[in-house]
């Protein structure tokens, strides 16, 4: 198959966005009707290889800390044109930052999710999910605001993601026969502060210490955290009993994956901001 050319590109790039508009608008569309149309367009593109393309568009989408379409799972080894050129749709098409602005920052009303607790873990996603950001894609990065971590910043969603938390926490002690170590799960960053490393002071099966730190997101579970160094500190001098609870896509059908150990074990990190001294 031959290489996509710089029309193609430009044609696909525009079709996900127009797909993303409508997505973190709430209106509906159908991506196999978007696709339908966008083929004849192409080069005898098969409707895999379009697929793909999006997901590689999610990729440069979150290499850029902005929010994608869930249903795009991002793929990362693409061409540096598709940074190019979503680059410069998002330089014609400033709009989009706005709508990227309210899903990061708008007030989150907690959704009406049944609370199926015996179904919400997953498998976590390979630490090869964690990628670093391509330099060049922030020669010209239009938007100088990061949404992902902006959205992981939202108070609102923050709050229900550790309530949500510590409601399933309680759950699975008293479905294991541990209702008094129920009662003792603690909701330290709500009553303590945020000082403290992790979100919630929960137990083990056999009564010792399980720190849970709470990351949610309305998107998917290859979304990227972000995580400060006092929790870092904290997971390295507690390795044996901190977890990592990643709860996503809970808007719509709230999952969650958890991992265990410390954070820079446990994922493929990369440093955002340093501290200077003289």
């Known amino acids: 198959m031959s290489a996509w050319s710089d029309i193609e590109v430009e044609l696909i790039v525009a079709d996900y966005f127009s797909m993303l508009s409508k997505e ?36 440069v989408l979150i290499n850029l800390g902005q929010p994608y379409i869930k249903g795009y799972l991002p793929r990362f080894n693409y061409q540096s044109i598709l940074d190019d050129k979503v680059i410069d749709y998002l330089i014609g098409h400033q709009y989009i930052e706005e709508q990227f602005k309210q899903f990061a920052e708008g007030n989150f009303v907690q959704p009406a999710i049944r609370k199926a607790f015996d179904k919400l873990l997953v498998e976590p996603p390979s630490n090869t999910q964690f990628v670093e950001e391509p330099a060049a894609a922030y020669t010209r990065n239009p938007i100088k605001t990061n949404y992902l971590e902006k959205e992981q910043r939202n108070r609102s969603l923050g709050l229900f993601g550790e309530e949500f938390v510590l409601e399933y926490e309680r759950w699975q002690l008293t479905n294991s026969g541990k209702g008094n170590l129920a009662d003792q799960v603690k909701w330290i960053s709500k009553e303590d502060g945020d000082g403290a490393g992790f979100d919630i002071l929960s137990r083990n099966i056999n009564g010792t210490d399980k720190y849970i730190e709470v990351k949610t997101t309305k998107l998917g579970k290859e979304t990227p955290f972000f ?22 896509d809970f808007e719509k059908n709230a999952k969650m994956f958890v991992k265990n150990g410390g954070l820079d074990m446990i994922c493929t990190s990369v440093p955002m901001t340093f501290k200077g001294y003289f």
Do not use: V
Not at 32 to 54: D, M, T, V, W
Not at 227 to 248: G, K, T
């Open 24 to 59: 973190l608008s709430g209106k509906s569309y159908k991506k196999s009707e978007h696709r339908k149309q966008l083929r004849p367009l192409l080069n005898s593109r098969s409707a895999g290889s379009i697929e793909f393309k999006h997901q590689n568009i999610s990729a």
């Open 227 to 248: 995580f400060s160094r006092n929790e870092l500190l904290f997971s390295q001098n507690n390795p044996q009993n901190y977890h990592l609870y990643r709860l996503f």
